[in-house]
C-alpha cells in the first residue's frame, strides 16, 4: 500500500511533522521493518514499542506514528497509537469496499475461516485474518495485508474481554458473520460464561445496514441468539433439523448438502463428529451468502487436512497416527477432539496439557474431561497437568504422568505402533506442537 503520510494525517485528524513523505507498508514490530515502512510502536502490559523507534529508523522505516514528538524524523503525533492503527486499517478496508465475512465463537473460529477462504477463493480473489491474528492488533494488521483487488475479506474474531468483539466489528463492518458456539473459556478474564456470551455476541451489532448472519439450530443458544437479530438477516444450519444450510446424509467420508441455491451435492470429509460437521456447513453458508455455488465449494474439500494445531493428523511413529490438536484446549473443544479422536477407531490414547484460564474450578473441570475420556473409550492417558493426581483418579485406567515434555516424549516413542491414535492436546502457552514434532519425526 503506497500511500502519502498527509493522506495517514486527514484520516487521524492531526499534523505531520517534517517533510511529507510516501511509505510503502506498514509494520508495529521494529524487527520487521524493510525500507519505506510505516512504523507504528504499540504499548502493551510488558513492553513500549516506542522504545525501538530509533531501531526502527535504522532499518528503514520511512516515517513513524508516535504518541511522543520526535526531531529529525517525518512523524505524526497522536494521543494513542493504536487506537491510529484501528482507523487506518479502517479506511482501508473501506477504500477497498470488499464483502466482509467475519467468525467468532469459543472453538473452530480458524478452522471455519481457513476452510471458508478455500471456498471464496475458487471464485474471487480473498483475503483471510493472517495466521492467528484475531485481536485488536492481529485484525488491523491482517486488513493492512490486503491488495486493491481483493474481494473478499474473512476475518476471524476473538476476544479475552468485554468489548472485545465491538473493536473488532466497528473496524471491519462485516456483512456476513457467524457465532460459531460458546462454551467455558478465559474464565479468569470473563469470570462468567454469561460475560462470554454477552462479548461473543457483539458480533450482532447494529451499524445501521442489515447484516447477514449463520446460527446453528441445533445450538442451545439458538432462540436466545435469533431474539438479538430482529433487524438481520438470519441464515441457519443443522444436521438435524429443516434449515437452509442442512446436512440430508453422512457417511463415514461423505455429506451430502443442501443449500437454498442449489439441489443436493456431496463433500468429501475426513471425519463424522458433529463439531466438525457443524464447522463445514458453517463454512460452507458463509461463503454460498457471498455468492460460492457447488461448483466452488466441492474442490475446496478435496484432500482437505485441518489446519496446524487444529486437529490436524500426520503419520507417525512407526506408523501412528498423531493428531495435532496443540493450538489451544478448553473443555468443550477438548470434549470434541475425544469425540474426533474416537471416531477414528483403533488404540485411542491422549497426551493432555493444561487447560489454562479457568480459573477456580481449573481442577473440576480436568476431572471432568477425564471422566469424559474414559466414557467414550480413551485407553490410555499421558499427563503433564498441574491435576495430574486428581485425573489419574478419574480416568482410573491406564495413565501415566509427568512433569516435562522431554521425558514424555522419551516414554510413549517406543509404545507408538500401527494403528495408534494419538491426540495432544493442550493450552497454547503450554507450546504442545514441540511434542508433535517429536512423535512425528
Known amino acids: 500500500m503506497k500511500t502519502k503520510l498527509s493522506k495517514i494525517v486527514n484520516i487521524l485528524n492531526s499534523t505531520v511533522s517534517c517533510s511529507d513523505v510516501v511509505f510503502d507498508g506498514i509494520s508495529t514490530d521494529s524487527r520487521t521493518i524493510v525500507p519505506n515502512n510505516l512504523f507504528i510502536p504499540l504499548r502493551g502490559d510488558k513492553y513500549d514499542g516506542h522504545d525501538y523507534i530509533d531501531k526502527a529508523i535504522e532499518y528503514g522505516a520511512a516515517a513513524i506514528i508516535s504518541e511522543k514528538v520526535l526531531i529529525n524524523i517525518p512523524h505524526i503525533k497522536v494521543n494513542n497509537t493504536l487506537n491510529a492503527l484501528n482507523k487506518i486499517s479502517s479506511y482501508y478496508l473501506q477504500d477497498i469496499n470488499p464483502t466482509v465475512i467475519s467468525v467468532t465463537g469459543t472453538n473452530g473460529k480458524t478452522t471455519v475461516t481457513d476452510m471458508t477462504s478455500r471456498i471464496t477463493s475458487n471464485y474471487k480473489k480473498t483475503l483471510k485474518t493472517y495466521k492467528n491474528f484475531n485481536n485488536n492488533i492481529g485484525l488491523p494488521l491482517s486488513i493492512l495485508q490486503a491488495k486493491k483487488s481483493d474481494e473478499i475479506f474473512v476475518l476471524e474474531m476473538g476476544a479475552s474481554k468485554r468489548g472485545d468483539i ?7 463492518r462485516p456483512h456476513i458473520v457467524a457465532l460459531l458456539n460458546v462454551s467455558e473459556a478465559h474464565l479468569e478474564t470473563f469470570e462468567s460464561l454469561e460475560n462470554i456470551l454477552l462479548t461473543k455476541e457483539e458480533i450482532f451489532l447494529n451499524q445501521g445496514y442489515k447484516k447477514t448472519v449463520i446460527l446453528n439450530k441445533d445450538d442451545q443458544y439458538y432462540d436466545r441468539w435469533v431474539g438479538k437479530n430482529n433487524t438481520n438477516n438470519i441464515k441457519t444450519i443443522s444436521l438435524t433439523e429443516k434449515a437452509d444450510y442442512m446436512a440430508i446424509d453422512i457417511s ?21 463428529e458433529s463439531f466438525h460437521l457443524m464447522n463445514l456447513l458453517f463454512s460452507i453458508a458463509l461463503a454460498c451468502e457471498s455468492g460460492a455455488r457447488s461448483d466452488h465449494i466441492i474442490p475446496a474439500f478435496r484432500n482437505y487436512n485441518n489446519v496446524e494445531g487444529r486437529f490436524k493428523i500426520y503419520n507417525g511413529f512407526n506408523n501412528s497416527s498423531i493428531i495435532d490438536s496443540s493450538y489451544n484446549a478448553n473443555p468443550a473443544s477438548f470434549r470434541a477432539s475425544i469425540d474426533s479422536l474416537i471416531s477414528m477407531g483403533s488404540n485411542s490414547w491422549v497426551i493432555m496439557g493444561q487447560m489454562g484460564e479457568l480459573g477456580a474450578d481449573s481442577e473440576e473441570h480436568h476431572v471432568e474431561l477425564a471422566h469424559y475420556a474414559a466414557k467414550k473409550g480413551v485407553e490410555k492417558l499421558f499427563l503433564l497437568t498441574e491435576h495430574n493426581d486428581a485425573i489419574s483418579q478419574a480416568f482410573n485406567s491406564e495413565t501415566y504422568s509427568f512433569s516435562n515434555k522431554s521425558d514424555l516424549v522419551r ?24 511434542i508433535v514434532d517429536e512423535l512425528i519425526s
Request: proline fraction near 4%.
Open 166 to 172: 465491538k473493536e473488532l466489528v466497528e473496524i471491519a
Open 252 to 272: 463415514s467420508n461423505i455429506m451430502r448438502v443442501k443449500t437454498p441455491y442449489e439441489s443436493e451435492f456431496q463433500i468429501n470429509i475426513t471425519n463424522n
Open 411 to 434: 516414554f510413549i516413542k517406543p509404545l507408538l505402533k500401527n494403528n495408534t491414535n494419538v491426540l495432544i492436546k493442550a493450552s497454547r502457552y503450554m507450546k504442545f506442537e514441540t
